[in-house]
């Protein structure tokens, strides 16, 4: 898949400029969206960050120095020239010390601003707080409606715009939070709207907490989650999603990008509203590592991974990387496709006969059998040593002079796929490979589905051990891009027996490269 050249050079430019302070990281796991997340409230400057790890804090804005900007360079606190437009307020949300009102009064030309009645900031300079296609994010803000008056039939039903994630050059507004009438509402990029709240007047003066978890897309890849906490209420509740959703309007080649404002937007004719809001954050939900790593590692810790009745039970710790090794640990990157049993039992075997309840948990599909090979060795007295996947009954050569050669139907298989919305760029493909003895096939070829196994990935490895584990590896930097499953086989040959059963066997894997969001 080709990348835009406008969402590289974005990614260029933000790594042109210096972060002055840390961020802060989560600790805990966001995939349950009710989970309260515990962040530290760190100032955050104007430069943006290259390296975001998942659940870094983009931007921070909480108010705490009593200034209208919060002592950011690039946040705006309103265009409006009304000198109560935009002040501090004390207290905050969230017992702290200070938040921003915002004030309209509609027919005053000190709060008409961009061409309506409005007084919003935004953090549109500030190049971090931008979002593209692939960015995955998560906005969070409190919100406090000051003295707002009870709508009665017959008057007006403008709607107030208190939160905006908007896209630059006029395009459609992805989400809005409104007050209309007697509710709060959010309204999407297709003009369709969701009442969220049937009755706000409960809570007038009072805070209301939100966070929105976004992937950004021009495609039905995307998806926006809008989470509410109400007072008294211990945990932020759904309110409203949109899955598989083109969540990203314009195009980042003309130039348009993602920012966010929060404010008031437009009110009832001869009216004045007054609106709070504090805690402003952008946090990062990419899970993808930005430099080169492990994406899977699959150890043999144990004699039965392969083909022998019962469950392979090592999943401990399947998605820490720092965890794994390669003798007692699996690791799957939290983005490839992952089903918790996952058969791998020597499925072309009748000694033993596959079982459906042999399975690695938490590995992608892998297959280590072919019909012309069969398990090997003993351990306990059942097929399969400890410690390796070994099968038997390769190719034998024509002569002892003559090793044989190359067989597109002998090797061992594993396939990778990547969640909707990832790609690989795949780094290196390491084994740690042994022999049943010196006249065993010694050499080993990588190929992959990508084009129908029909070239080698790197050039063939040769080993001279035996039965001491050999670490072997492939360059696979070719492969980049992939949005697909793919399937690799690694091919052995090179025997010089000319008769008996000759054996090969894998101790561990390991698959490095990146996985990252399609943009």
Known sequence: MKKRSAYVQKHLAIGLLFLASACSKMQKDLTSQTDTVKLSALKMATGPQANLNYGDTILNVTYEDGTLNSGITGVNPTNATASDAAVIVSPGATTLNHAIAHKVVYGDSGYNSDGNWRSESDAQPILAARYFPGDERRYEFSVLLKDWPVWTEGDPTNESNLFQLKVSGGENVPLMIRAQKNTLRIRYQDVSAKTILTDLHPYVNQWIQFRIDVLWATTNTGYIRTYMKLPGQSDFVLADQKPAYASFTGDVNAGNFGYIKWGLYVVPPNSTRTVYHDDIRIINLNQAPTTTGLIWGNSVPDANP???????????????????????????????????????????????????????????????????????????????????????????????????????????EFNLEPVSGYYFNFSDIKFTVLRGGTTHPNTFVLRSSIDNFATNIAAPVTISGTTTPTPISFNASALTNINTAVTFRLYAYGATATSGSTSVGVNDFQVDGQVLPTP
């Open 306 to 412: 392969a083909y022998l009745d019962g469950p392979y039970t090592i999943v401990s710790n399947i998605t820490n990387p720092t965890a794994y090794n390669n003798t007692s640990h699996v690791y799957i990157h939290p983005k490839i496709k992952y089903q918790a049993p996952q058969n791998i039992v020597y499925v072309n075997s009748t000694s033993p006969a596959p079982n459906p309840a042999d399975n690695v948990a938490g590995t992608p599909r892998s297959d280590f059998s072919r019909s012309t090979l069969s398990a090997a060795g003993l351990s306990g007295g059942a097929p399969g040593p400890g410690g390796r996947y070994l099968v038997s009954s390769w190719a034998n050569a024509t002569s002892a002079s003559t090793p044989s050669a190359f067989d597109p139907t002998e090797y061992y």
